[in-house]
């Protein structure tokens, strides 16, 4: 297994309150992806990072921001949360995109928002 | 928009069977497709397609792309009640940026 760490696991928060999710490879992958994961929506990209301070949008990015200060870190943010970002949320890695690489992710984040 | 189609949205089985899942798309131009299969935890990778006609295969799981039609078809032969997940269609496009479909879940009855 490639090694990816999330943390936390789970996490319950309150509507309006800040939350960060930690995501931790040890692959020295360059690229990082956040996806939440909803019923009937299947897996939908945040945001994603291609190297150090290099950060994208993703199809569902507005509410969440994210930071890479190290290759190993990246960091998703929910600013206010709201019970619609209430979801399981991965992380990936990807080694290139030169080569086509495949994505290997985390184990996972559930947040409950109430 | 880019789109990611995957049919059935679910399919129930009995082992030994043979099932053939779908994943069409509607993006115009892509670097890679990609299967995954997820059970209760993250998706673990499958098969990375790239080339149009080329059959990928790993023991009783085979894939392929047909870049015409804009689909890409997953096949599991001599079902098992091991293959029981949600199986994961995605398109990587140019921008490196990934689209993945609903799933299709299958459950593998013994």
């Known amino acids: 297994d490639a090694g990816i760490t999330q943390s936390p696991r789970h996490k319950v928060t309150e509507t309006g309150t800040p939350v960060t999710l930690r995501c931790h490879q040890t692959?020295?992958?360059?690229?990082m992806y956040w996806y939440r994961q909803d019923p009937g929506h299947g897996l939908r990209l945040i945001h994603y990072?291609?190297?150090?301070?290099?950060?994208d949008k993703g199809e569902v990015s507005d509410g969440y921001s994210v930071s890479r200060s190290k290759t190993e870190d990246f960091l998703l943010t929910l600013e206010s949360a709201t019970s619609s970002q209430t979801s399981v949320y991965f992380c990936?890695?990807?080694?290139?995109?030169?080569?086509?690489?495949?994505?290997?992710f985390g184990p996972g984040t559930r947040l409950t928002v109430l | 928009e880019d789109k990611v189609v995957q049919s059935p949205l679910s399919l129930v089985v009995h082992e030994g069977d043979t099932v053939t899942l779908n994943c069409s798309y509607e993006v115009t131009n892509f670097r890679s497709l990609l299967w995954y299969k997820q059970e209760k935890k993250a998706p673990t990778f499958l098969f990375m397609l790239?080339?149009?006609?080329i059959e990928k295969k790993s023991g009783r799981l085979s894939s392929i792309l047909d870049k015409k039609e804009l689909f890409s078809i997953l096949n599991i032969t001599a079902t098992q009640t091991g293959d029981s997940a949600v199986y994961l269609c995605a398109l990587r496009t140019v921008n490196n940026d990934m689209r993945f479909g609903a799933g299709t879940r299958l459950t593998v009855k013994p």
């Open positions: 990072s291609y190297g150090v301070k290099d950060t």
């Open positions: 692959e020295n992958h360059r690229y």
């Open positions: 790239t080339s149009s006609g």
């Open positions: 990936a890695i990807s080694l290139s995109i030169v080569t086509d690489n495949e994505q290997f």
